[in-house]
Nanobody, 131 residues
Framework: QVQLVESGGGLVQTGGSLRLSCTVSGRTFSSYRMGWFRQAPGKERDFVAVIGWPGGPSAYAYYADSVRGRFTITRDNTKTTVFLRMNSLKPEDTAVYSC?????????????????????WGQGTQVTVSS
């Protein structure tokens, strides 16, 4: 059974930083992607960032326009933990952040950013940015 566990959320002031972690267990993926999505109260779950390994050592990363230049997604060498470093946080970044993973064929930003293309999800971690 695949499990994704997030950590690192919390309360931070505008302009502050947080680092979220997501660890996957229960299955070995030969090539897969892990993404971060967020959902603010009353809104849909939106794409934040994704990192993937289509095969071999190379990885790709994509970001939503709203976070590009402020957030960075990385992975550890075991490829089982993904980090989301969030800098220059704004009140509009307040949301529940969830990580997701999948290994089906997916190509291009539209696919990577589509929450329906991820079968495995974590429980989420709250990020609150105070003004």
């Amino acid at each position: 059974q695949v499990q994704l566990v997030e950590s690192g959320g919390g309360l931070v002031q505008t302009g502050g930083s947080l680092r979220l972690s997501c660890t996957v267990s229960g299955r070995t993926f030969s090539s897969y992607r892990m993404g971060w999505f967020r959902q603010a109260p009353g809104k849909e779950r939106d794409f934040v960032a994704v990192i993937g390994w289509p095969g071999g050592p190379s990885a790709y990363a994509y970001y939503a326009d709203s976070v590009r230049g402020r957030f960075t997604i990385t992975r550890d060498n075991t490829k089982t933990t993904v980090f989301l470093r969030m800098n220059s946080l704004k009140p509009e970044d307040t949301a529940v952040y969830s990580c997701a993973a999948d290994d089906d064929f997916c190509s291009g930003y539209e696919c990577y950013a589509d929450r329906r293309r991820y079968a495995y999800w974590g429980q989420g971690t709250q990020v609150t940015v105070s003004s």
